[in-house]
Nanobody
Framework: VQLQASGGGLVQAGDSLRLSCAFSGGTFANYAMGWFRQSPGKEREFVAAISWNGGSTYYADSLKGRFTISRSNAKNTVYLQMNSLKPEDTAVYYC???????????????????WGQGTLVTVSS
């Protein structure tokens, strides 16, 4: 499985941005997917996850309401819509695949794999 995140950039506080993650090397619909982020000097943290068919999602409590995860199995792509961006959202954003279905609900990066190189989001004040 290979994942390629894109869509990052420099935005101002209050702006919106949509990230995309292209999946290849496997059957996309077999995997729940997640987004994580890593800010400078901090550990990577969970952002959101979505089930294989998009029917279920869960979020980091601090981001619920501003960020929305979605997917298109026809396009082998998972998305992260980010609204009302804040300077503290500045980070490299990564997508990843949930390793085992029984770990659905996990917020631990240890339960996800195939990280790719991430996409940088910078939010200026």
């Amino acid at each position: 499985v290979q994942l390629q995140a894109s869509g990052g950039g420099l935005v101002q506080a209050g702006d919106s941005l949509r990230l995309s993650c292209a999946f290849s090397g496997g059957t996309f619909a077999n995997y729940a997917m997640g987004w994580f982020r890593q800010s400078p000097g901090k550990e990577r943290e969970f952002v959101a996850a979505i089930s294989w068919n998009g029917g279920s999602t869960y979020y980091a409590d601090s981001l619920k309401g501003r960020f929305t995860i979605s997917r298109s199995n026809a396009k082998n792509t998972v998305y992260l819509q980010m609204n009302s961006l804040k300077p503290e959202d500045t980070a490299v954003y990564y997508c990843a695949a949930l390793m085992f279905p029984q770990n659905w609900g996990s917020r631990s990066e240890a339960d996800f794999y195939s990280w790719g190189q991430g996409t940088l989001v910078t939010v200026s004040s």
